[in-house]
């Protein structure tokens, strides 16, 4: 099993201000396997792959991917995890502007010690973005932008992908481009995925579905 995610508990406040935010969460994924997590805005989605990502500490409740116990883990162990075996994509493209698209795709594996340029260029194929590579993030379209983040999160090889709203910001067309870019990449790499969507279609093409209601997985 990849990914085990057992009983979490999140609220946020305190007393009578606390707002309970996931309650009793439970799932496992496999490794190459995708989920699609749909729920309202403020369901929790957010706070799940917050979690997950090791972004944030549950209040109960454990993680474990790939067999090791991550939620026990100190902030540095963490931080580690994040760094190089986890990939992070959100609604926002998050990309450094002062940075080429070269730069920005080879970021993460660079700080993680995993820089492998052979890599780097068949992403920048996989993704058409070798006529960009040196430009900026601001000379880039919406949806160029995203397929940059993308490659910057599977450039380390993640062994979990997490991916949240990531074609929110995209119109339709772009986003089926960017999402059929995205799943076949982490087939390709047996990436396992986890990815929070409003979109019912998108959350179709995934293999499995997983609706958030009041803070529990349905």
């Not at 006529?131 to 601001?138: G, S, T």
């Not at 910001?169 to 960017?178: F, H, R």
């Amino acid at each position: 099993m990849l990914l085990r995610v057992e009983d979490l508990e999140k609220s946020y406040g305190h007393g009578p201000q606390s707002q309970s935010v996931l309650r009793g969460v439970s799932l496992e994924l496999e490794a190459g396997e995708s989920l699609a997590i749909t729920g309202e805005s403020g369901s929790g989605k957010s706070t799940l792959l917050h979690l997950i990502g090791l972004l944030d500490q549950p209040d109960a409740g454990a993680i474990r991917i790939a067999g090791e116990a991550v939620t026990a883990l100190d902030d540095s162990g963490r931080a580690r995890w994040r760094r190089e075996r986890i990939g992070l994509v959100f609604q926002q493209f998050n990309l450094v502007p002062s940075l080429t698209v070269a730069g920005n795709l080879a970021l993460q594996a660079r700080l993680a010690k995993q820089h492998d340029p052979a890599w780097i260029q068949t992403l920048a194929e996989r993704l058409g973005l070798t006529e960009y590579l040196q430009r900026y993030p601001e000379q880039l379209s919406g949806g160029q932008q995203q397929r940059v983040a993308v490659g910057r999160a599977l450039a380390i090889r993640p062994v979990l992908l997490l991916a949240d709203e990531p074609t929110g910001n995209l119109d339709e067309a772009t986003s089926e481009d960017v999402l059929e870019l995205m799943l076949e990449l982490c087939r390709d790499a047996d990436t396992a995925l986890v990815m929070a969507t409003h979109s019912t279609h998108a959350a179709g093409r995934l293999t499995r579905h997983a609706h958030l209601t009041r803070g529990q997985l349905t």
